[in-house]
T-cell receptor
Framework: KAGVTQTPRYLIKTRGQQVTLSCSPI?????VSWYQQTPGQGLQFLFE???????NKGNFPGRFSGRQFSNSRSEMNVSTLELGDSALYLC???????????????FGEGSRLTVL | QQQVKQSPQSLIVQKGGISIINCAYE??????FPWYQQFPGKGPALLIA?????SEKKEGRFTISFNKSAKQFSLHIMDSQPGDSATYFC???????????FGDGTTLTVKP
């Protein structure tokens, strides 16, 4: 079974630009969550989508948004990029209650964003 | 507000030694406590997890000890190996599937 796939793996943007990151979950997983990983802040929860609906949201500004498609693939968008947005963005997929949810998150390898 | 506090930030252990990483949580609604292992260039991967109805869980060289009254849990790595060198994250989750609160991570280095 293929794992979680994130694209692109690396990207460089300049301040003020916007970026879209993509995540394809494990087949059969309908929950997709996004995390921001930085050296000083660990893994910070951005949001979670299930069945195309945002179910949970972390404490990030409105510049961070996401969506999920009917095939469970998800995208996150960051607009008006700031230097502090430089980070590794991780996507994780999981089952949900009623689907045999075990609690485990399956992470992709991340998209490393550098903002200059 | 950090709901899961992890220590130490970094840890150096000799091969064959015991590595111990501690975490403390605040939210009593958490009911699932996983540990994730992350190697450079990779995403975190589940190592071992525990639910609060047990005080200890062992899988091979890895053991979670859980103290519900103190709201603390720890990861013990017995007979630490250089291949265990990685960053370890504790996490906690409540009834909201897919939303985990992570500690800041511990970078473990096992010297040969």
């Amino acid at each position: 079974k293929a794992g979680v796939t994130q694209t692109p793996r690396y990207l460089i943007k300049t301040r003020g630009q916007q970026v879209t990151l993509s995540c394809s979950p494990i087949s059969g997983h309908r929950s997709v969550s996004w995390y921001q990983q930085t050296p000083g802040q660990g893994l910070q929860f951005l949001f979670e989508y299930f069945s195309e609906t945002q179910r949970n949201k972390g404490n990030f500004p409105g510049r961070f948004s996401g969506r999920q498609f009917s095939n469970s693939r998800s995208e996150m968008n960051v607009s008006t990029l700031e230097l502090g947005d430089s980070a590794l963005y991780l996507c994780a997929s999981s089952l949900r209650a009623g689907q045999g949810y075990t609690g485990e998150l399956f992470f992709g390898e991340g998209s490393r964003l550098t903002v200059l | 507000q950090q709901q899961v506090k992890q220590s130490p930030q970094s840890l150096i252990v000799q091969k064959g030694g015991i590595s111990i990483i501690n975490c403390a949580y605040e939210n009593t609604a958490f009911d699932y406590f996983p540990w994730y292992q992350q190697f450079p260039g990779k995403g975190p991967a589940l190592l071992i997890a525990i639910r609060p109805d047990v005080s200890e869980k062992k899988e091979g060289r890895f053991t979670i000890s859980f103290n519900k009254s103190a709201k603390q849990f720890s990861l013990h790595i017995m007979d630490s190996q250089p291949g265990d060198s990685a960053t370890y994250f504790c996490a906690a989750e409540g009834s909201n599937a897919g939303k985990s609160t992570f500690g800041d991570g511990t970078t473990l280095t096992v010297k040969p």
